[in-house]
Each structure stands twice: as C-alpha cells, then as structure tokens.
C-alpha cells in the first residue's frame, strides 16, 4: 500500500461546498466573490437536474413524461455545479455569504441550492 501525505488543516474538519446554480448568468458573480474572501480554487460541472432530463427527454411513451414536460417547461434547462474543498467552517460561512448576497436580488425561488459535506481526508495526486 502506498503511502500518501494527508492534507489537514490544523486537525480542523474541512467541508466541500456544493453550489447547484440554476442562475448560470450569476456564476462569474460567484467565482470573483469567493476570490475576494481568498477562497482560491473551485470546480465547476456543467450539470442538469432529474425534472429537467425528464422534462427534456424524448421519450413519449410514457404518458407521466408529457405531464411533467407541461408542469417544469424549459424554466432552468441546464445548470452548473460548482465544488470547493475549504479548510472550516469559517471560510464555508464566507463562501455560503458570497453566494446568498450575489442571489440576493433573485426573485426566483428555483435559483439554486447549497450543501456541505465533511472531508476527512485529501490525498495529492502527483
């Protein structure tokens, strides 16, 4: 078994950060804010959630399909995810600020959503 360095932080926990953003066009928004509270590095997944694919799926088969199709419409189509991995709970504060202030003005309760895990290890990949 190899041995590999763990990144912790001061014994801290860490916590990824999980922002789904339905509000694409704020997403830059996002990224400069997270910059300026010295949260330096995010991953960022074009995503589509479940309702979307179904409501976009061709398939016509399935009576529930065209219903849902109705109901959802093309309101958020697409979406991006956007991860960070920060060293506790005080920066997941800032990040978690920098994302309700830039949403703020939104008026659209679908904007997007946020959750934090637990990291307990991080393992460099050389």
Do not use: C
């Amino acid at each position: 078994m190899a041995n590999y360095d763990i990144f912790i932080v001061g014994g801290k926990i860490m916590y990824a950060l999980f922002v789904v953003l339905n509000e694409i066009d704020y997403m830059e928004d996002i990224l400069s804010g997270f910059v300026e509270n010295k949260i330096s590095g995010a991953t960022i997944l074009d995503s589509q959630g479940m309702g979307s694919a179904i409501a976009n799926s061709s398939n016509e088969d399935i009576p529930l399909f065209g219903k849902f199709r109705m109901l959802i419409g093309d309101s958020h189509p697409y979406s991006k995810t956007i991860f960070t991995v920060l060293e506790d709970e005080v920066m997941v504060d800032k990040a978690v600020e920098v994302v309700r202030e830039t949403l703020a003005d939104v008026e659209d309760n679908g904007a997007g959503f946020m959750f934090t895990v637990p990291v307990g290890k991080v393992y460099p990949i050389n």
